[in-house]
């Protein structure tokens, strides 16, 4: 998420941030989550920005945990649970309203580098394979991709030559797993920081860990948003997350919900995408960086979204918001 403070704020902003950033709480024995149903406008204010989606709930997530803050990317389990992942290499297992309740869970990711520095752990995309239980994490700072088995340890890295000059904390925000087995990757920010709409991305032929020589392509979204996250259609199109920082004290983000079909991504070519929703200040939003979505037996698809606190309570917020959308209204980019 710093990254785009980056190029948006002086450095005294910066320096403000971090100064009244909240006090580190005590971890409870046992995590508690608190759900605070958020207050929303009518449904024609909602329809308006939220376009084909519908609007089934959103909650403020609040724990006293140290370790609750700092959700980037996530990806919502069979069983009803969201598994979470934040940008100090943690990960977050619990069951959102309506689902059926399991003791929520906090736990350090079994990263082979044992530090706590934050350029080892920053995770900020995920991408997950539901037949083998394997899990992809795209680590910003580094600009590498980490393979995970099905409990959370790692089993492989590798640091793609096609990401190697993403930056520092400007790296693989938005990843996903296609349904041939490719990966795409999009970088966060956008080629220039005044007005540009294309961003570097790769895609893979397989597994980045054995298939790491990646195809460079350029994503077109929204002007000067960055793209956060990813998550795949069950017809092999994907929503893309998009989030702007557009005031730094009090903080004010604005997010887009963008779709793109991965069967026009093209090595050397353009990506196109087509706007969907506009996540503006007049709904209860905050530093939204992560989607997921879910297919329904009746053929709509439940889409999570989630915020990223930055670990400043005072700030910002968790929010979780849960969204649904019957597929065939939504349109087929560069057809």
């Known amino acids: ?128 394979d539901p037949a083998t239980g394997r899990y992809w994490l795209g680590l910003e700072g580094r600009n590498q991709i980490v393979r995970l088995n099905a409990h959370l340890a790692e089993e492989a890295r590798v640091s793609p030559v096609a ?67 990813m998550a795949l259609l069950p017809d092999g199109r994907a929503l893309i997350l998009m989030r702007r920082l557009i005031w730094p004290l009090p903080m004010r983000f604005a997010g887009r919900i963008v779709i793109a079909d991965t069967a026009q991504i093209r090595p050397g070519k353009v990506w196109h995408s087509a706007p969907l929703a506009s996540l503006a200040s007049v709904l209860p939003v905050d530093n939204f960086e992560a989607i997921g979505a879910v297919p329904g037996k009746d053929g709509k698809v439940t889409v999570w979204l989630m915020s990223d606190d930055n670990d400043m309570r005072i700030l910002q917020r968790t929010l979780l918001w849960k969204l649904s959308v019957d597929p065939k209204r939504l349109p087929w980019p560069a057809r």
């Open 1 to 128: 998420m710093r990254r785009a403070i980056v190029f948006l704020l002086p450095l005294l902003a910066l320096l403000a941030l971090t100064l009244i950033r909240s006090p580190v709480p005590r971890e409870d024995e046992a995590l508690r989550i608190q759900t605070k149903p958020l207050a929303m406008p009518a449904e024609r204010v909602l329809a308006a920005y939220l376009g084909p989606f519908r609007f089934e709930g959103g909650w403020q997530l609040r724990s006293d945990a140290a370790r609750f803050y700092g959700y980037s990317s996530m990806i919502p389990e069979p069983d009803g649970r969201i598994l979470a992942f934040n940008d100090a290499g943690d990960y977050l297992a619990f069951s959102p309203p309506g689902a059926t309740y399991s003791k929520p869970h906090i736990a350090e990711i079994a990263f082979v580098e044992r530090t706590g520095a934050k350029i080892s752990r920053d995770v900020e995309s995920v991408a997950h």
């Open 163 to 229: 990401m190697a000059a993403w930056g520092d904390n400007t790296g693989p925000e938005a990843m996903t797993r296609l349904l041939d087995g490719r990966f795409v990757v999009i970088r966060e920010i956008p080629l220039s920081p005044w007005g540009s709409r294309l961003h570097e991305a790769v895609l893979f032929d397989g597994d980045p860990i054995k298939h790491p020589d990646g195809h460079k392509f350029l994503f077109d979204g929204p002007d000067n948003f960055s793209a956060v996250d």
